[in-house]
């Protein structure tokens, strides 16, 4: 982690003592802001569709993947848990938004895939996902949602090698 004194250079060390702890911590706010933007989706898709943020992320997924997809690779695209999926997957199953279908050469392997209704209600429910996505970029401007975005980008890689070295058991706490 890195600081910036007042004259806007970077420290190389860490300080607490010019954090507002826990508003400048940048785990705390993008949690934050995940929890809040997971409620609105929520809200939306919930009265809209009848789905809860995780059925409509799977949704997307699928979508996105456009083609018939593994729990584990959907999992691995949507940074959703597996049993996320399996939960998500099952239940939209049961709404006929999705069908399962096993592999022929392993029977242990099923996929998803959206079906013809899944389809309608993803129709459906992207006019929502696009006044969503007006609202919240209008707070900022281009170059502002661009600089965003590229920040993004970066923490979110950032975060998976931090994952992948918690995985391999080399954390640190710097």
Same mark, same amino acid.
């Given at each position: 982690?890195?600081n910036k004194t007042?004259?806007?250079? /970077?420290t190389?060390k =860490? $300080?607490? *003592? +010019?954090?507002?702890?826990p508003?400048?911590l940048?785990t705390?706010?993008v949690?934050?802001l995940?929890q809040?933007?997971?409620?609105?989706?929520n809200g939306?898709?919930?009265?809209?569709?009848?789905?809860?943020?995780?059925?409509w992320?799977?949704?997307?997924?699928l979508n /996105?993947?456009?083609? =018939? $997809?593994? *729990? +584990?690779?959907i999992?691995?695209?949507a940074?959703?848990?597996?049993?996320q999926?399996s939960?998500?997957?099952?239940?939209?199953?049961q709404?006929?938004?999705?069908?399962?279908?096993?592999?022929p050469?392993?029977?242990?392997?099923?996929?998803l895939e959206m079906?013809k209704?899944?389809k309608k209600v993803l129709?459906?429910?992207?006019a929502g996902t696009?006044?969503?996505q007006e609202?919240?970029s209008?707070?900022m401007?281009?170059?502002?949602y661009e600089?965003f975005?590229?920040?993004?980008?970066k923490l979110?890689?950032?975060?998976r090698?931090?994952?992948?070295?918690?995985?391999?058991?080399?954390?640190?706490d710097d």
């Amino acid at each position: 982690m890195t600081n910036k004194t007042s004259r806007g250079s /970077r420290t190389a060390k =860490p $300080s607490l *003592s +010019g954090l507002d702890i826990p508003d400048d911590l940048i785990t705390f706010r993008v949690t934050v802001l995940s929890q809040l933007v997971s409620r609105v989706v929520n809200g939306h898709v919930g009265q809209a569709l009848g789905l809860s943020s995780r059925q409509w992320r799977l949704l997307i997924t699928l979508n /996105r993947l456009d083609r =018939p $997809s593994t *729990s +584990g690779e959907i999992a691995q695209f949507a940074h959703l848990d597996y049993s996320q999926v399996s939960r998500a997957g099952y239940e939209l199953l049961q709404k006929g938004l999705v069908s399962y279908a096993a592999d022929p050469s392993d029977r242990r392997k099923s996929y998803l895939e959206m079906t013809k209704e899944g389809k309608k209600v993803l129709d459906e429910g992207l006019a929502g996902t696009m006044r969503r996505q007006e609202r919240l970029s209008s707070v900022m401007t281009g170059e502002e949602y661009e600089i965003f975005i590229k920040v993004m980008r970066k923490l979110t890689d950032e975060a998976r090698r931090m994952i992948d070295e918690t995985r391999a058991g080399d954390a640190t706490d710097d």
